[in-house]
T-cell receptor
Framework: SQKIEQNSEALNIQEGKTATLTCNYT??????LQWYRQDPGRGPVFLLL?????KEKRKERLKVTFDTTLKQSLFHITASQPADSATYLCALVEDMRFGAGTRLTVKP | NAGVTQTPKFQVLKTGQSMTLQCAQDMNHNSMYWYRQDPGMGLRLIYY???????DKGEVPNGYNVSRLNKREFSLRLESAAPSQTSVYFCASSPRDSPNQPQHFGDGTRLSIL
Protein backbone atom coordinates (compact mmCIF):
# COMPACT_ATOMS: atom_id res chain seq x y z
CA SER A 1 0.00 0.00 0.00
CA GLN A 2 1.03 3.59 -0.50
CA LYS A 3 3.26 5.01 2.22
CA ILE A 4 3.87 8.68 2.80
CA GLU A 5 6.88 9.96 4.71
CA GLN A 6 7.86 13.38 5.92
CA ASN A 7 11.55 13.13 6.48
CA SER A 8 12.06 15.59 9.29
CA GLU A 9 10.17 15.35 12.52
CA ALA A 10 11.29 18.86 13.46
CA LEU A 11 12.90 21.80 11.70
CA ASN A 12 14.26 24.92 13.39
CA ILE A 13 15.14 27.99 11.34
CA GLN A 14 15.85 31.66 11.86
CA GLU A 15 13.27 34.30 11.05
CA GLY A 16 13.58 35.57 7.49
CA LYS A 17 15.07 32.36 6.13
CA THR A 18 13.35 29.93 3.79
CA ALA A 19 11.95 26.76 5.34
CA THR A 20 11.90 23.66 3.13
CA LEU A 21 9.88 20.62 4.15
CA THR A 22 9.96 17.28 2.34
CA CYS A 23 7.23 14.75 1.61
CA ASN A 24 7.99 11.42 -0.06
CA TYR A 25 5.66 8.66 -1.18
CA THR A 26 6.52 5.11 -2.08
CA UNK A 27 4.33 3.71 -4.82
CA UNK A 28 2.36 5.19 -7.66
CA UNK A 29 2.23 8.93 -8.16
CA UNK A 30 -1.02 10.45 -6.96
CA UNK A 31 -3.01 12.76 -9.16
CA UNK A 32 -3.09 15.34 -6.37
CA LEU A 33 -1.07 16.12 -3.28
CA GLN A 34 -2.23 18.44 -0.52
CA TRP A 35 -0.48 20.34 2.27
CA TYR A 36 -2.03 21.27 5.62
CA ARG A 37 -0.99 23.32 8.65
CA GLN A 38 -1.76 22.17 12.17
CA ASP A 39 -1.39 24.32 15.28
CA PRO A 40 -1.19 22.75 18.77
CA GLY A 41 -4.61 21.67 20.00
CA ARG A 42 -6.27 22.43 16.68
CA GLY A 43 -7.31 20.48 13.60
CA PRO A 44 -5.35 20.65 10.33
CA VAL A 45 -6.09 23.55 8.00
CA PHE A 46 -5.81 23.17 4.23
CA LEU A 47 -3.09 25.28 2.57
CA LEU A 48 -2.37 24.16 -0.98
CA LEU A 49 -3.15 21.48 -3.53
CA UNK A 50 -0.87 20.56 -6.42
CA UNK A 51 -1.75 18.37 -9.40
CA UNK A 52 0.63 15.80 -10.87
CA UNK A 53 0.99 17.80 -14.09
CA UNK A 54 1.94 20.96 -12.17
CA LYS A 55 5.59 21.35 -11.33
CA GLU A 56 5.04 24.21 -8.93
CA LYS A 57 2.23 26.04 -7.14
CA ARG A 58 2.49 29.31 -5.23
CA LYS A 59 0.33 31.12 -2.70
CA GLU A 60 1.76 34.26 -1.14
CA ARG A 61 4.96 33.16 0.69
CA LEU A 62 4.21 29.46 0.16
CA LYS A 63 5.52 27.35 -2.71
CA VAL A 64 4.93 23.67 -3.36
CA THR A 65 6.72 21.54 -5.93
CA PHE A 66 5.79 18.07 -7.15
CA ASP A 67 8.38 15.77 -8.74
CA THR A 68 6.77 12.52 -9.86
CA THR A 69 10.16 11.11 -10.92
CA LEU A 70 11.56 11.48 -7.42
CA LYS A 71 8.14 10.72 -5.84
CA GLN A 72 8.55 13.82 -3.77
CA SER A 73 6.90 17.11 -2.92
CA LEU A 74 8.73 20.04 -1.37
CA PHE A 75 6.97 22.75 0.64
CA HIS A 76 8.74 26.10 0.97
CA ILE A 77 7.95 29.07 3.20
CA THR A 78 9.94 32.12 2.17
CA ALA A 79 10.74 35.04 4.50
CA SER A 80 9.63 32.87 7.42
CA GLN A 81 8.09 34.45 10.52
CA PRO A 82 7.58 33.17 14.08
CA ALA A 83 3.85 32.99 13.25
CA ASP A 84 4.69 30.27 10.70
CA SER A 85 5.67 27.95 13.57
CA ALA A 86 3.36 24.95 13.35
CA THR A 87 3.26 21.34 12.16
CA TYR A 88 2.88 20.89 8.42
CA LEU A 89 1.28 17.75 7.00
CA CYS A 90 1.29 16.44 3.46
CA ALA A 91 -1.60 14.29 2.29
CA LEU A 92 -2.42 11.92 -0.53
CA VAL A 93 -6.15 12.40 -0.29
CA GLU A 94 -7.04 9.82 -2.97
CA ASP A 95 -5.44 7.24 -0.66
CA MET A 96 -6.77 9.10 2.40
CA ARG A 97 -3.26 9.06 3.84
CA PHE A 98 -1.54 11.84 5.74
CA GLY A 99 2.10 12.13 6.67
CA ALA A 100 3.11 12.33 10.32
CA GLY A 101 4.06 15.96 9.86
CA THR A 102 7.10 18.19 10.30
CA ARG A 103 7.10 20.54 13.28
CA LEU A 104 8.54 23.87 12.14
CA THR A 105 9.87 26.40 14.65
CA VAL A 106 10.88 29.84 13.40
CA LYS A 107 13.07 31.65 15.90
CA PRO A 108 13.08 35.46 16.05
CA ASN B 1 -18.39 30.46 10.85
CA ALA B 2 -18.68 27.21 12.80
CA GLY B 3 -17.40 24.84 10.08
CA VAL B 4 -16.92 21.41 11.68
CA THR B 5 -17.93 21.06 15.33
CA GLN B 6 -16.86 18.13 17.47
CA THR B 7 -18.17 17.23 20.92
CA PRO B 8 -16.93 16.58 23.50
CA LYS B 9 -13.48 18.22 23.40
CA PHE B 10 -12.08 15.97 26.14
CA GLN B 11 -13.18 12.66 27.62
CA VAL B 12 -11.77 10.10 30.02
CA LEU B 13 -13.22 6.59 29.94
CA LYS B 14 -12.57 3.36 31.75
CA THR B 15 -11.74 0.22 29.79
CA GLY B 16 -14.94 -1.42 28.58
CA GLN B 17 -17.08 1.70 28.66
CA SER B 18 -18.82 2.92 25.53
CA MET B 19 -19.24 6.38 24.13
CA THR B 20 -20.19 8.28 21.01
CA LEU B 21 -18.18 11.13 19.54
CA GLN B 22 -20.34 13.67 17.75
CA CYS B 23 -19.49 15.66 14.63
CA ALA B 24 -21.56 18.20 12.73
CA GLN B 25 -20.73 20.43 9.74
CA ASP B 26 -22.63 23.45 8.50
CA MET B 27 -20.99 23.77 5.05
CA ASN B 28 -23.47 21.53 3.20
CA HIS B 29 -20.64 19.09 2.43
CA ASN B 30 -21.44 15.65 1.06
CA SER B 31 -18.46 13.73 2.46
CA MET B 32 -17.38 13.26 6.05
CA TYR B 33 -14.45 11.46 7.67
CA TRP B 34 -13.21 10.23 11.03
CA TYR B 35 -9.46 10.09 11.74
CA ARG B 36 -7.35 9.32 14.75
CA GLN B 37 -4.00 11.03 15.36
CA ASP B 38 -1.30 9.39 17.43
CA PRO B 39 2.23 10.74 18.05
CA GLY B 40 4.58 9.96 15.18
CA MET B 41 1.91 8.20 13.14
CA GLY B 42 0.01 10.98 11.47
CA LEU B 43 -3.69 10.93 10.79
CA ARG B 44 -5.19 7.51 10.13
CA LEU B 45 -8.63 7.11 8.58
CA ILE B 46 -11.11 5.14 10.67
CA TYR B 47 -14.32 5.43 8.62
CA TYR B 48 -15.70 7.77 6.01
CA UNK B 49 -19.01 8.61 4.44
CA UNK B 50 -18.77 9.65 0.80
CA UNK B 51 -22.38 10.80 0.81
CA UNK B 52 -25.44 10.69 3.02
CA UNK B 53 -26.56 7.08 3.48
CA UNK B 54 -23.17 5.47 2.80
CA UNK B 55 -20.27 4.58 5.08
CA ASP B 56 -17.03 2.73 4.39
CA LYS B 57 -14.12 1.42 6.40
CA GLY B 58 -10.80 3.17 6.39
CA GLU B 59 -7.38 2.01 7.46
CA VAL B 60 -8.14 1.31 11.15
CA PRO B 61 -11.86 0.52 11.62
CA ASN B 62 -11.64 -2.24 14.25
CA GLY B 63 -13.34 -1.36 17.51
CA TYR B 64 -15.38 1.48 16.01
CA ASN B 65 -18.77 2.00 14.41
CA VAL B 66 -20.17 5.05 12.64
CA SER B 67 -23.54 6.52 11.79
CA ARG B 68 -24.24 9.12 9.14
CA LEU B 69 -27.31 10.50 10.82
CA ASN B 70 -28.07 13.05 8.10
CA LYS B 71 -26.09 15.24 5.74
CA ARG B 72 -24.77 17.37 8.61
CA GLU B 73 -23.90 14.79 11.25
CA PHE B 74 -21.50 11.86 11.40
CA SER B 75 -20.94 10.10 14.72
CA LEU B 76 -18.24 7.66 15.85
CA ARG B 77 -19.00 5.04 18.49
CA LEU B 78 -16.64 3.05 20.67
CA GLU B 79 -18.64 0.06 21.91
CA SER B 80 -16.10 -1.26 24.42
CA ALA B 81 -13.21 1.16 24.88
CA ALA B 82 -9.66 -0.18 25.10
CA PRO B 83 -6.46 1.65 26.18
CA SER B 84 -5.17 1.32 22.59
CA GLN B 85 -7.96 3.67 21.55
CA THR B 86 -6.47 6.52 23.57
CA SER B 87 -5.92 9.15 20.90
CA VAL B 88 -7.03 12.45 19.45
CA TYR B 89 -9.99 11.99 17.13
CA PHE B 90 -10.65 14.38 14.26
CA CYS B 91 -13.73 14.70 12.13
CA ALA B 92 -13.45 16.28 8.68
CA SER B 93 -15.73 17.12 5.81
CA SER B 94 -15.31 17.94 2.12
CA PRO B 95 -17.66 19.08 -0.62
CA ARG B 96 -17.40 15.64 -2.23
CA ASP B 97 -15.22 12.57 -1.96
CA SER B 98 -12.58 13.61 -4.44
CA PRO B 99 -8.79 14.00 -4.10
CA ASN B 100 -8.91 17.54 -5.46
CA GLN B 101 -11.18 18.70 -2.65
CA PRO B 102 -9.72 20.12 0.57
CA GLN B 103 -10.82 18.60 3.82
CA HIS B 104 -12.11 20.83 6.63
CA PHE B 105 -11.31 19.60 10.11
CA GLY B 106 -12.80 20.09 13.54
CA ASP B 107 -10.55 20.77 16.51
CA GLY B 108 -10.65 17.21 17.77
CA THR B 109 -11.76 15.14 20.74
CA ARG B 110 -8.99 14.14 23.13
CA LEU B 111 -9.90 10.71 24.48
CA SER B 112 -8.08 8.89 27.27
CA ILE B 113 -8.96 5.33 28.21
CA LEU B 114 -7.72 4.06 31.54
Amino acid sequence: SQKIEQNSEALNIQEGKTATLTCNYTNYSPAYLQWYRQDPGRGPVFLLLIRENEKEKRKERLKVTFDTTLKQSLFHITASQPADSATYLCALVEDMRFGAGTRLTVKP
Amino acid sequence: NAGVTQTPKFQVLKTGQSMTLQCAQDMNHNSMYWYRQDPGMGLRLIYYSASEGTTDKGEVPNGYNVSRLNKREFSLRLESAAPSQTSVYFCASSPRDSPNQPQHFGDGTRLSIL
